[in-house]
T-cell receptor, first 115, second 114 residues
Framework: DTGVSQDPRHKITKRGQNVTFRCDPI?????LYWYRQTLGQGPEFLTY????????KSRLLSDRFSAERPKGSFSTLEIQRTEQGDSAMYLC?????????????FGQGTRLTVV | DQQVKQNSPSLSVQEGRISILNCDYT??????FLWYKKYPAEGPTFLIS?????DKNEDGRFTVFLNKSAKHLSLHIVPSQPGDSAVYFC?????????????FGKGTRLSVIA
């Protein structure tokens, strides 16, 4: 297992279009997190899953954002009707939750540019 | 409301000297603290962590100190090497509350000058 994988690495889209990002976590990790990072800021939490259940959503996650993790494996993050303010690096991370807790391991991110 | 604060956006240190990166937090419920390092165009990578039951954790050249009463932690890198040049993020969570998602500071850019 080579770690957390995100696809695509870069996405340029026109304002108003929908985009979808994919994250493949480390295979044995039951937790999967989505973060967003903008210039000069640290990663900001968006949402996370334990297995297939979405346990928490940040208030940053507007109605235009939706995340899924079918079957508790890979996850997708969709942004509908993109706005220029959505331009950011979207980071996915995975970890083991529960008694065998591990630190979160991050993917390389998807850089979204909305023009 | 910034729960984790890194007040120094940048730090420049000579090779071989000590680098000290600081972090403050406001939420007294945080009980687990981590440092991540980030190179350009890569995701953050885990560096070192400390539980609130400890005041020091050491791993090779990296040592994290925690002062709970001051709600302050610091990362010491000794000796600093040019390859340490990166952005360092402090992060915190509530491990005893089900390992809540990490809350990050804004980061400190470390430049180690040869």
């Amino acid at each position: 297992d080579t770690g957390v994988s995100q696809d695509p690495r870069h996405k340029i889209t026109k304002r108003g279009q929908n985009v979808t990002f994919r994250c493949d976590p480390i295979s044995e990790h039951n937790r999967l997190y989505w973060y967003r990072q903008t210039l000069g800021q640290g990663p900001e939490f968006l949402t996370y899953f334990q297995n297939e259940a979405q346990l928490e959503k940040s208030r940053l996650l507007s109605d235009r954002f939706s995340a899924e993790r079918p079957k508790g494996s890979f996850s997708t993050l969709e942004i509908q009707r993109t706005e220029q303010g959505d331009s950011a690096m979207y980071l996915c991370a995975s970890s083991l939750g529960g008694p065998s807790f591990t630190e979160a391991f991050f993917g390389q991110g998807t850089r979204l540019t909305v023009v | 409301d910034q729960q984790v604060k890194q007040n120094s956006p940048s730090l420049s240190v000579q090779e071989g000297r000590i680098s000290i990166l600081n972090c403050d937090y406001t939420n007294s419920m945080f009980d687990y603290f981590l440092w991540y390092k980030k190179y350009p165009a890569e995701g953050p990578t885990f560096l070192i962590s400390i539980s609130s039951i400890k005041d020091k954790n050491e791993d090779g050249r990296f040592t994290v100190f925690l002062n709970k009463s001051a709600k302050h932690l610091s990362l010491h890198i000794v000796p600093s090497q040019p390859g340490d040049s990166a952005v360092y993020f402090c992060a915190a969570s509530r491990r005893n509350s089900g390992n809540t998602p990490l809350v990050f500071g804004k980061g400190t850019r470390l430049s180690v000058i040869a």
